[in-house]
């Protein structure tokens, strides 16, 4: 009762088959014993001060239903039901778009003020705890390394495990490729007039369309040789479609252009041989590669599909080379994807695209699911590599810490259009469009608040 935690992923904490009302309830009757009617009024209130819509009707919904930052809400407002004097929040907006882990801080701000009570933050968000906290403990192997103010721990860390962490974020260098001439080059890839769109359908024998979803509407956009161009947005607003579009691995309509040669009239008989030049990392490198095949079986695939012509000592050859190349050591070949951390699983993910010598990769959040200092190495290890092969690299991500660090040219995404696009550094310094202003002032958090 005095203590109560918010989760990393409020579906998984949330039960599907219960009402959100039903489980809301719960703690104001398990500890405090009042009956139905008082408890659902008095989170009805808790609901509409967390800022959830229409309390009255979500309170008969089930989570699969709401938002993720609406779950989130949902699960604030059941850890605040019986008033507590801790609050744990447990990477409470990990899962969630910029402007929505903006908006949970700014509920538990309000929260505390409300309620005066402790807040225990746990995450490895380096921006959130110096936006969010007063002190903080950092953390190595077990051990408190590190205790000290935000304002002391930024400016002047001690430890050398703390300064490696600050010194791991994601630098605003310069594009990884100085592009000269760049709008005389060819483009390598071209898009013109992409829409994908999806119905929602209802109904067992006789389907009938209730509404349309416009996950890709009308969007034109070029990619030149040796550039890298970012799409940033928040979920839902059709940047993993529209790169899968754009590789031909979902359908769409619109004409989309590789090296001048039309792909969306291709039959995939012709198409596939072509499919070496243009490959995908993935956002989870565990899911995307298979348990029950060794890291040289990984890797090589491509090659046997693409090489078949090559001998088993050539193919070892290859895999060993490009193993090396993204940091990985030769007695490696053997192991299976559970074997590694999640750097080393996407170095091997990198790996399996880079050993094919594509002209294109598109990079589907390729670090969001990574640590701050693996994310940095794995950065570099990308940057490296498009110097060393001049390859183009489709970046997606909705960090936009990561967009500015890697990306020439940015296109902001909502709702399945283009809002905004341009130069990285005068898309940051000069947004014009209300919706990049939004995402840019949600990223670049201010400092902490004063203890009262």
């Known amino acids: 009762k005095e203590i109560a935690m918010i989760f990393q992923e409020p579906m998984t904490s949330l039960n599907p088959v219960y009402p959100i009302g039903t489980q809301l309830m719960e703690p104001l009757l398990l500890h405090e014993g009042v009956s139905k009617t008082v408890a659902r009024q008095r989170m009805l209130e808790l609901l509409e001060l967390t800022g959830i819509p229409e309390p009255q009707k ?7 239903t709401l938002s993720g930052g609406q779950r989130q809400r949902v699960m604030i407002a059941m850890a605040l039901a019986c008033r507590p004097q801790l609050l744990i929040a447990d990477e409470p907006t990990t899962a969630l778009d910029v402007t929505i882990q903006l908006q949970i801080l700014e509920l ?12 225990l933050l746990i995450t490895h968000d380096l921006n959130m705890v110096r936006r969010f906290a007063q002190r903080i403990c950092v953390m190595q192997q077990g051990h408190l390394v590190e205790q000290a103010s935000v304002t002391d721990l930024f400016t002047a860390p001690q430890h050398p495990y703390t300064q490696h962490l600050l010194n791991s974020q994601p630098e605003n260098n310069p594009p990884p490729l100085l ?6 080059k060819p483009a390598l890839l071209e898009g013109q007039h992409i829409h994908c769109h999806f119905s929602v359908k209802q109904g067992l024998l006789i389907k009938r369309t209730l509404s349309t979803i416009k996950a890709v509407d009308n969007v034109d956009l070029h990619l030149r040789r040796g550039e890298t161009l970012g799409i940033v947005g928040e979920s839902g607003s059709g ?28 039959p995939n008989r012709e198409l596939r041989p072509l499919r070496r030049h243009f490959q995908v990392v993935f956002q989870d490198p565990y899911s995307s590669l298979s348990p029950r095949m060794t890291v040289e079986q990984i890797v090589g695939e491509g090659l046997e599909i693409h090489f078949p012509t090559l001998r088993h000592a050539e193919r070892r050859e290859r895999i060993v080379k490009v ?13 299976y994807p559970h074997e590694f951390s999640g750097g080393q699983r996407q170095r091997i993910a990198i790996a399996r695209v880079v050993i094919l010598e594509p002209q294109l990769i598109l990079l589907d959040e390729p670090t969001s699911a990574l640590d701050v200092s693996v994310q940095k ?23 936009l810490k990561v967009i500015r660090a890697m990306s020439h040219r940015i296109i902001v995404m909502r709702n399945g259009q283009f809002v905004e696009q341009g ?30």
């Open 58 to 64: 979500r309170f008969a919904a089930y989570p699969h």
């Open 108 to 119: 538990l701000e309000n929260m505390q003020k409300e309620f005066g009570m402790a807040v």
């Open 179 to 184: 592009l000269k001439d760049a709008e005389d």
């Open 239 to 266: 940047k993993t479609t529209l790169g899968l579009c754009l590789l031909r691995l979902q359908a769409s309509s619109g004409a989309i252009y590789f090296e001048g040669q039309r792909l969306d009239t291709l």
């Open 323 to 335: 193993l090396n190349e993204v940091g990985l050591q030769e007695d490696m070949l053997w192991r």
């Open 377 to 399: 190495q794995v950065l570099e290890l990308l940057r490296n590599l498009q110097i060393k092969h001049g390859m183009s690299y489709l970046f997606i991500s909705h960090d």
């Open 423 to 452: 130069e990285t550094t005068q898309l940051f310094n000069h947004p014009q469009h209300p919706y990049t202003q939004a995402l840019l002032h949600a990223s670049l958090f201010s400092n902490p608040p004063a203890l009262a």
